[in-house]
């Protein structure tokens, strides 16, 4: 099977092997390791030294896990959206009586960094600024190097910036402490070759300051407690070890390989698809220059429904793909190529589609 | 290595085998016959027709999802508690907001049901009764049947029940609609012989009438979504498929064991450990009348630490035991035989036990 949808990816063989492990007490010393390791090679691809802290949910609880442990109910918030996760960010926030401002840009598209910061300057009380890193429902990666340059400037009002880096950590540079981001969010099911079941949030240290005076309740997704447990290898409560098991091994190879030559890799697949697919005379959804290198989507042709070709692509040439999200459900199909992925699964996807096609 | 902490519990070679397998994608035709499968062996051992749905959390995420879905801030609460997981649960809905009213027992004890009943009449207007059904902190099974009976006569005026059964269902009988218990919430790595991250929300008609009246804020642990999602197979956020993999195999063998017959073993390794800690000499911490079938917190003589007794055991002779929680950190060993388990298990225990005592 080539799983090319944007998450659960494909596991490398040693998360596998990994997997198939017996569990182990999460308050042994032997879990104190496993945790410190892991958490150690999270910071190196989330670029930071502040804490990064494992939380046992999917990414969504990730996100809003970094929401509650910062917001105050009636607090501003500024949600920048193009896709369906940007929205849900900008929802999360709401459901916790944010008052929520969203600032929108056309699917497809990558934000406009002079909105952004008009949008900032107009708003000095917001407290949150919410952005996707890589907008999985459109296969956009939003210039946040842009944005981190904007916030810079507004020092004193700015507010804490969130960001959802679900499915571009660990494939993508987003160096959290250069940039100046104070909560990032990823999960284990994306870039990281491991089952999902594990949410990362990285924490910096104007965010720590934040969480005494953020008022929303929170218990399972309290990141003060994740933090004192994580102090001495634990986690507040049972974490899913067996995935943990296996994102130390997918971890691993991730070192081996290296976080400049991993961004070089997804960059070049990402190309070669893209090449592939316009060869195919098909056209792309996202805005070239804001292609994502973690998912690529593509149009499908007038009177084609999406997800027929997608059910055609499983059944016929054991080509896993995604169809859109909401008002592009059978419009686009979405491929992934993040995690494991190599040229033959690129290649293997386009002659799937080309055949596809011509039938 | 003979794992005897009260989770995560050893997983039978089945489950640890379909860990091994690639992950599947969750919009997927399979992971719909996975999770159907899955929902419909959860209910046999909820022993309900009513909803039982698959949460990516622990056991901790499961009890505050149960909360948040039924709660309203300042909802006044009844929370029945005589241990860590009792105070936990009463803790929960304090973070939420509710008035709490704690009607706590000593630990060791199994609770007082003429003093529950008396906390009931005497608090029409509590919105939600907290109960825990197997007491990990202390050893201690709650006689919620006696419970229910209460519960019964008080009719119109009966808050709703929610039941912490992380440790206890799947090996314990825990008949949900018979009992008239509104939310149970047990977590994969007890009895269910799978590895930590999937917790099950059982919910019936009252609760989820009274859900659309609850205003506390929630998202990822939204259970209506949650329905919503698993009448067609699915889940709002992407699942632990790995985990549910695991599940389905365990569950498997919990079928062909039969709930009857996994009661009885369970009931019968228990008197077996319980039995031959007498034999040598030592003290139980619970209450005869009340001791877990699931888990046995036994007393460490005075001027032995239970801290050191447990290191022994794992270094000597490759037993891992809990020790106690809070003011019984130094004082107990907890020691589980819950999910796999079997008689030369709970032996070796014994063998270890009176090894490291002797010396």
Known sequence: MNLRIPGPTPLSPQAREALGQDVIGHREPEFEALLHGVTQDLRYFFQTTSDVLVVTASGTGGLEAAVVNVLSPGDKVLAISAGVFGERFAAIAGAHGASVLQVSFPWGQGLDVRVVEQALRGNPDARLLLTTHNETSTGVLHDLGAVAEVLVDLDATRPLWLVDAVSSLGAVELPMHEWGCDLVISASQKAWMAPPGLAFVGVSARAWDAMSQARCPRFYWDLSAARE????????????????????ASLCLMRQEGLPAIVARHRALAERLRNGLRTLGLALFADEQHASPTVTAVCVPEGI???????????????????????????????????????????????????????
């Open 229 to 248: 447990y994580a102090s001495r290898g634990q986690t507040p409560f049972t974490p899913a070890v067996s995935a943990l098991f296996a994102l130390q």
């Open 305 to 359: 429904s999406a997800i027929e070709v997608k059910s055609k692509l499983a059944r016929d040439h054991n080509v896993i793909v995604a169809t859109g999200q909401g008002p592009l459900k059978d419009h686009v199909l979405r491929i992934a190529h993040m995690g494991r992925c190599s040229r033959s699964d690129i290649d293997h996807v386009l002659r799937a589609l080309d055949s596809a096609f011509r039938a």
